[in-house]
């Protein structure tokens, strides 16, 4: 039977390690023999128009080997003219149904589609034969067996020997040729192995192996040579595989489609599945979507380190980067609004004038007149103590670092960590334990919480005392914890403000989640109590409100061994002054340490801190009631 076709070439080749490090190993689609699949270009199979028309598949010993025929379509019509004027002349194959080795040696698959493509993985694919001139002395015909492989001739040619298994008998051209193959030696003993023979009588894993070595030293003789083959001049279909193409650093696309382990899809083209991905809103980005891709698909780039080629990586913000801290707003407010004193060495004095024997006296004629008591003279002192902060910054990394002031940024730095520690000690106190040696002592620096009961009004919210006050006998009314515990702080906040004695209208400074809990306060209709912050605000009947993260989870002992947890600080920071003296404000010092290359950094402050004023904070606290089995438990919803 005759067949005519427009062009010829290698589909797929055997034992060329592709890009993706797959190897097509000898008769791996020996069951495509005879089979005519679609012809496609690029690999798109979702439009009937990038049908360009079908190819015949011959298996051969070197791969697999397509006579292709365009359709009349206008994309058909294209293609075969880009072919004929050796515009394209790669091909590329799509094939499913893999079995593969562990090292990616492929054994067996079924190719679904050939395709045109601009640059194919694997090197030996491409066109080496092209007719556009049928009836023209060009015509191209196939012999077809049920027995036989495929085999080409042209007319005027003598159809190629096809060595059956009854042969029992050479012709004299065969013994002619074998001869001259010999080179005038006498004929090989018939019990003599052939290479075939040894090839045969291995086992799968011994084959593995071989066709391993075998692709190893092909692509090193290719690295080497300049990838110059000599051509197989025993069998003329077996060309050079560098005279035709064979760009190495193309892609060799796997599609994993089938549910069996090693039954995956073999695509020398995966660009249009990347882009469309990186079209969709969700991706956004090729590089993203090429990401996407290769973890789903377990894509192989052709280039090592392939991120490397994309485009470094610019700052949305130039500069230096932003420092993620914790809350300063409220550090801020303390370090602006507190009284500052040039003196370090502070001494406060005030008279206790509320003791009733002190009071004035009615003076009857004749009568002595009595003597009023003492009144006591409360005195306090506190001295200074450094607080520092310390760091270094190799001088290689001072000098590589061009883009921002890496010394300054420290610096900055270093200031802001300082200011926090310094704001804390005098709001709660540095937390730690009084025989840490670096701890910032109270005795110098004085914490508002932790403040002698005559200048800190400490008052404990009794949560189980609001919810019997607002339910009553009425237990079944349902009013959200919420709301029970708002009304608890705000009742013990006024009541607090009774023996308040500081200046003016205090601020209140507490933790985000107690301000939380008050704003969703809701009432039994499901209205919010507190609509804003200004509200509550006025609730508290307070100047101002701060939240202070830094307050969250802490307690404290008071002498009669019981554990209040803090909740907030009512305080006018006027009433609390910072002493320093000339040369203890907050300065910087460096130094360069010669041994190690490094410069060092230093920034402290010498100060006291104390409030000024009897009963000028208070502290609301919640108890910290002891649980039977020796452990600590919290009756109110705090933090």
């Not at 190897?23 to 128009?49: M, S, Y």
């Not at 002192?381 to 001088?395: F, I």
Request: charged residues 30%; glycine residues 8%.
């Amino acid at each position: 039977m005759s067949l005519k076709y427009d062009f010829s070439g290698w589909a797929t080749r055997n034992d060329l390690v592709c890009a993706d490090g797959r190897t097509i190993r000898h008769n791996a689609f020996e069951d495509c023999d005879g089979k005519t699949v679609p012809l496609v270009w690029n690999h798109q199979h979702d439009e009937p128009g990038n049908i360009l028309g079908h190819a015949l598949l011959e298996n051969r010993k070197d791969g697999v080997y397509a006579y292709c025929t365009f359709n009349e379509t206008e994309s058909g019509k294209a293609a075969k003219e880009l072919v004929k004027h050796g515009d394209i002349a790669s091909l590329s194959i799509y094939a499913n149904g893999l079995k593969q080795t562990p090292s990616k040696d492929v054994m067996h698959g079924v190719i679904r589609e050939v395709s045109l493509v601009v640059a194919g993985a694997n090197p030996g694919a491409f066109i080496d034969f092209v007719d556009m001139a049928h009836g023209e002395g060009g015509e191209q015909e196939m012999i077809l067996s049920a027995y036989e492989p495929i085999s080409l001739y042209r007319p005027d040619e003598k159809p190629p020997l096809v060595h059956k298994a009854d042969d029992k008998t050479d012709s004299e051209d065969d013994k002619k040729e074998d001869k001259s193959k010999g080179d005038g030696k006498e004929e090989k003993p018939k019990d003599e192995k052939t290479v075939q023979d040894v090839v045969d009588s291995m086992t799968e894993e011994q084959k593995t192996v071989m066709y391993a070595l075998i692709g190893a030293a092909m692509e090193e003789l290719d690295s080497s040579e300049g990838g110059e083959d000599e051509d197989d001049e025993d069998d003329p279909d077996k060309k050079s595989d560098n005279t035709k193409g064979g760009n190495k650093t193309m892609k060799h696309n796997v599609f994993e489609q089938r549910e069996e382990s090693q039954d995956t899809v073999l695509s020398h083209s995966d660009r249009k599945a990347i882009i469309d991905l990186a079209k969709s809103n969700s991706v956004g980005s090729l590089r993203t979507a090429l990401n996407i891709y290769a973890e789903q698909n377990e894509l192989k780039h052709g280039i090592d380190n392939i991120e490397s080629l994309f485009p470094d990586f610019k700052d949305l913000r130039p500069g230096a980067p932003e420092r993620v801290t914790r809350d300063q707003g409220w550090v801020t407010v303390v370090m602006q609004k507190v009284h500052k004193s040039p003196i370090s060495r502070i001494r406060t004095r005030q008279t206790d004038a509320r003791n009733d024997n002190i009071r004035g006296h009615g003076y009857q004629k004749g009568k002595r007149k009595q003597p009023a008591d003492n009144m006591n003279v409360i005195t306090r002192t506190t001295d200074p103590q450094t607080v520092y902060r310390t760091d270094a910054l190799y001088r290689d990394d001072i000098v590589d670092i061009t883009d921002f002031d890496v010394v300054e940024y420290q610096y900055a730095t270093m200031r802001e960590n300082l200011n926090e520690e310094v704001a804390t000690a005098i709001m709660i106190g540095d937390g730690r334990e009084p025989d840490d040696e670096m701890k910032i002592s109270e005795d110098h620096i004085r914490s508002i919480w932790n403040d002698n009961d005559l200048y800190t009004i400490h008052y404990d919210v009794d949560i189980e005392a609001a919810r019997a006050e607002i339910q009553g006998s009425r237990t079944d009314m349902n009013f959200g914890e919420n709301y029970i515990y708002s009304e608890a702080i705000i009742t013990a906040a006024l009541y607090a403000r009774e023996k308040y004695k500081g200046t003016g209208t205090p601020a209140f400074f507490c933790t985000p989640h107690l301000v939380n809990v008050m704003l969703l306060a809701r009432d039994m209709n499901g209205r919010r109590i507190y609509t804003s912050r200004a509200d509550l605000a006025a609730a508290l009947n307070v100047g101002e409100l701060h939240t202070a993260e830094q307050f969250e989870g802490r307690a404290r002992m008071d002498s009669e061994g019981k554990q209040h947890k803090l909740l907030g600080l009512f305080v006018n920071l006027a009433d609390y002054t910072v002493g320093s003296t000339k040369g203890g404000e907050i300065t910087r010092f460096d130094q360069f340490d010669i041994d190690f290359n490094q410069q060092k950094y230093l920034i402290e402050t010498r100060m006291s801190g104390a409030l000024t004023r009897v009963y000028s904070a208070i502290a609301l606290e919640e108890p910290v009631a002891t649980t039977s089995g020796g452990g600590q438990g919290s009756g109110g919803l705090g933090g």
